[in-house]
């Protein structure tokens, strides 16, 4: 059996883009990755983006905002960044393979009204899927 390739998502808080990307990676990935996310400076799981993953048969209720710094000795081939602040602050990690960024827009920053902001929400959720399935098929 193939060893799994270990990846890491990074974003400033860790409450919404990289645990979505986490929670994509880790559905569609099935069983050929091993998938973690993190916070430069993590604020707990967004409400949002629970439900707008949960709106497509992926639960992330269990998740857990992280930081970083519980990777810090650990090695991961793929780092992927998905927020700019995320990249400028983005630590070393000795022997990662590969550090790919991907920015999206931050769906906790969308105002309006509840449905409005659910919609940013959505968009950033189906953003994030599209870039995790080009990764994938580019042989991850």
Do not use: Y
């Amino acid at each position: 059996m193939p060893m799994k390739r270990r990846i890491l998502f990074l974003c400033t808080g860790n409450s919404c883009r990289s645990q979505m990307a986490e929670g994509w990676l880790r559905h569609l990935g099935k069983d050929r990755f091993e998938v973690a996310s993190a916070g430069i400076h993590p604020v707990g799981l967004n409400p949002g983006a629970v439900e707008v993953m949960r709106e497509v048969g992926i639960e992330i209720s269990g998740h857990r905002s992280k930081h970083v710094r519980e990777f810090s000795n650990q090695r991961f081939d793929v780092v992927i960044t998905v927020c700019d602040r995320a990249k400028e602050s983005c630590p070393l990690f000795p022997g990662v393979g590969r550090v790919l960024h991907w920015n999206f827009d931050d769906p906790a920053s969308a105002v309006g009204t509840s449905e409005e902001r659910l919609a940013v929400f959505r968009r950033v959720r189906d953003e994030i899927q599209k870039k995790i399935r080009r990764f994938m098929r580019q042989g991850a």
